[in-house]
Structure formats: C-alpha cells, structure tokens
C-alpha cells in the first residue's frame, strides 16, 4: 500500500465496517485507494459493476445486491467472485463508496 | 356501484387482511374479494417440526375456507396476470378479469430449488430434501427414519428467505433427534450460510453461533452455492469451496410470486418494491402489499405479517377516506427459536434495533427470556399455532403490540 494512498484514505470518514459515510467524499481515485487497500487492483470489468452500482443507489437509495448485479451486467456470478473475492456485492459496494446492500435481513 | 377490494393470496398476510377489512367496510359500499390457487391453508411454520415426527402433516393443514369471513367472496384460482396500469386482475378460472379500485397483495414468498444449478437432479428427494414446503418436510421425515447417519450438510442458497431464523432451529432440532435416537456420534453435522455467521444481526450472531459450535455443529460461513454435484455428493461455491454430504437439507432461494415477474411488478427476486413504512406500492398509489411478498427490509415471518396489519388496514382506509398514509409500521419481528431439549430462545428487533438480551414482557404468559435458552420459549413457541389458528389470521387482538417496545431490553 503506497504511503499516497494512506493518506487519501486517511482524510475520509468510514464506518466500523469499512464502509464511507460521506458519499460526496467519493471519487475515482477514492474507489482506487479503497481497492487497494482491500486488495483488489481496479480493472475495467470492476468499474462496470462500480458504475452500475452508483447507478442503482441514485434511483433507489439502495447498493444492490449480487443478484441485481449478475442480472443487469454482462458480470456473472463466477467473475463477480473473482473481480471482488469474499462477499462481493458488499465489497462492490464498499469501493464505489456506498453503504452495505440491506439485501440480507 | 360498490366498489372493489381485491387481495390476491389468502395464505397469514391475505386471511388478515380479509377479516380485518371485511369488519371495517361497508358492505353496502364495498365487495371485497380473495383469490387464492390452494383451498388448503399451511401453517408453514410447523413444516420445522415435520421431518423429526413431532407433528405431522394433519399438524398443519386446515382448509382456507374455515378462516375466511362469509361476507367476502372467495375464489380458487390462479392467478394469470396483474394489469396495475388499467386497475384489473385476470384469472386463471373462467379467464375472470376482476377490475378493482383497490389491490392488496400478500401472494408470499416461495422456494425456487431450480434457481441452483444441479439441485433438482437425480438426488432431489433422495438425498437432498427442502424442509419449507409441507411435501419437503414430510419427504425428509420418511428419509430420517431409516437414515443411518453421515454428513448431514444443512445450506442457505441465498438471502433473504422466509424465517431467517428456521434454518438453525432445523441443526438443533436435527442434534436433538439424532441424540435422542442414539446416534449423535455418526452423525456430523454442517451449517453452511452465505452469511458471515449464523445469524443477519451482530448480537443475535455471536449468541447463536455459540450456540451451534457447543452443539457440536460446524459452521462454513461465507458460503454462497454455485452448484450441487449429484454424482459426487457435494455442493460447490462460488469461490470454488466445496462440502460433500450424505445428507444434503437445503434452504433454497426463497422468490416472489411468478405472477409478480410476469405482471412486470417485482424486482429480481419478484418482491414488489414497497415504502418501508406505509407499506404502499412504490409506483401504484391503490396497491399495497402485505407479508413476505414486498421488499421491506425486515424479516419475512408470519409474526411480521400480523406486526404490517394495523398499517396496511389502517392505511387502505385513510386512502379511500382521502386521507394520506401513515409510516406507522417499523419494521417489528419477532421470532421463537426453537434450540432442542424442550427449550427456545426469543429474539425481537426492528428497523432500528438489533436483538438485544432482557425480557420480553407479554401480558398473561411471559415474561420470555430474550436471547437467552428457556423452557418457556419452547412453550410459547407451540402456543403460536394455537395463537396462529385462533387469533392471528382471524385478525383477532393478539397479546402483543405492533410497535417494538424497549421495555425489558437491556441494551
Ligand atoms: C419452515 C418455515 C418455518 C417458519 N417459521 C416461522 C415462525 O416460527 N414464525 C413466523 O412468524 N414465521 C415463520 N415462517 C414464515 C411464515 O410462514 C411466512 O412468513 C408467512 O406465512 C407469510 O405470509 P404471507 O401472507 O406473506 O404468505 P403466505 O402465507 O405464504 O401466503 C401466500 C398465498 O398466496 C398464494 N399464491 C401465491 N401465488 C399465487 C398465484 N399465482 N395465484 C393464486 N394464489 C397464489 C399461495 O397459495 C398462498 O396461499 C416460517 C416459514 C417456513 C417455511
């Protein structure tokens, strides 16, 4: 992890879960640090799923769950495993600076 | 000419409704009709009771007519389409088009086991049972009668289902049955959930999981089922983990309605996108929804179905009256959970509040010790289909409120 990275990350707020609790905070660059920070190196496949997450959150105040995802992207549920290992509609959520899905109650 | 009630399922949330409504409308001005494929009510919750023989299928079947009030017109049959856009209803039966001003839905919550590739092949009732359907259950008991023992492997497909709870008061139920027969120490028991631990809330999580591992029962969290392999015996994750079983119980996604799919209403899951709090279709001001057929992020329970009744009658008529919704409703669950050895546990939460330890204070019967083993959950757990029967779906007062309380919890 780059010490630049550090420091980005560092002048956001977040959650006990990880999660950010100032949207407007976000940015690309953001959801980069965040990824690294989590592991996770940003690809394009990532970001379709970070966009379309964005999106649904816009229309619906709502992350959406892995199955709106596998849905309504060309990503399946295998490259979504892949791309975000561990919990991935919540780890999308998390990079793209949204709250945790609400999907499991 | 009077006007159309029409509530579509009369499984807990549609029966409710229909007695409730039917007392507060005037009959002079309103008709109100239920539609429903099955004339046979189940009380689903005692489907968890079946595969250990503790009830039967007489247990929990009583027909649909016997809970339905005589001034509301009953009819049997699918239902074909939903028209939200001309305000009509086609049916099945007679091709019936039923146009209605106002619409309640409460058309449930289903398992969909071909929703899993592999899960419906050649093992489907041999070896691999559904205990959330009344055929599931009693499939399972014949099954467990004979069983010898191995790999029982108990798995969630998905989240949300119905009774987030029933899935572990099956794996201590099943340590109960198998030590109670004498052959505990062949089987092994797996508890594999999608979930991060055994249960959706942190407090009720740590309680429960202690619970499962000093039952002897392993956990496998994180577990999110790709497939079932009928050959190998094992189910496969996504992350290309994998858990052989001789025994394979699963929790399958649990959907809406197909009708709600094909009317075009429901998300990807085919719940009906409701206000959380009014309970009123997002996009259809006449429609309402109640049960596990809506969206609401709550649990989706038969306790949850009674705690939405007040809201949603309350609501229809403020709308009829031109009145707006109220956001009454906060999300209220409550839940027995049966942990074996003629003891249950209680938890209770809403929107807001997760589970927390104290005691639940009701009138008459308790108090029920909250979080916490006791013999008098296990009762109060069997009272409820007493309760259910007599009281819930008739829409009679029940000894317990709406709204959460604080009362007893200790936070
Ligand atoms: C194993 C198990 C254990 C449970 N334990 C508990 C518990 O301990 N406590 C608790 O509170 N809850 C429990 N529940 C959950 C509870 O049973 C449900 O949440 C509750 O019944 C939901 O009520 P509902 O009215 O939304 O749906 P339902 O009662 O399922 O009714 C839906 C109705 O719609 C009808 N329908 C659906 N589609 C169509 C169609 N196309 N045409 C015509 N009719 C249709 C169905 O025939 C059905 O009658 C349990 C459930 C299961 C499976």
Redesign the interface.
Known sequence: MSAQNLSILDTLAFNDEGYMTDRTQWTEEVANAIAEDEGITLTERHWVVIHFARKVFAETKDSP????IT??TDVS??E??QLF???PAKKAAMIAGLPKP???? | MKKTLLILGAGTGGTMVANKMAARLDADEWHIIVVDRDETHYYQPGFLFIPFGIYDAADVIQPKRNFLPSAVETVFSDIEIIEPDQNRVRLVKDQRVIPYDYLVIATGSHIQPEQIEGMTDSGWRKNIFDFYTCEGATALAQFLKTWDGGRMVINIAEMPIKCPVAPLEFAFLADWYFQERGMRDRVEIIYATPLSGAFTKPRATVALGDLLARKGIQTVADFNIAEVDNNRQAIISYDEREISYDLLVTIPTNMGADVIGRSGMGDELNFVPVDKQTLQSKKWDNIWVIGDAGNAPTSKAGSVAHFMLETVTENLKRHMDGLEPLPTFDGHANCFIETGFDKGLLIDFNYEVEPLPGRYPLPGVGPFPLLEESRVNHWGKLAFRWMYWNLLIKGRPMPVSNEMSMAGKWS
């Open positions: 769950t892995l199955r709106q849905k309504q549920m295998k979504m495993y290992p561990n919990g609400t999907g499991c109650i």
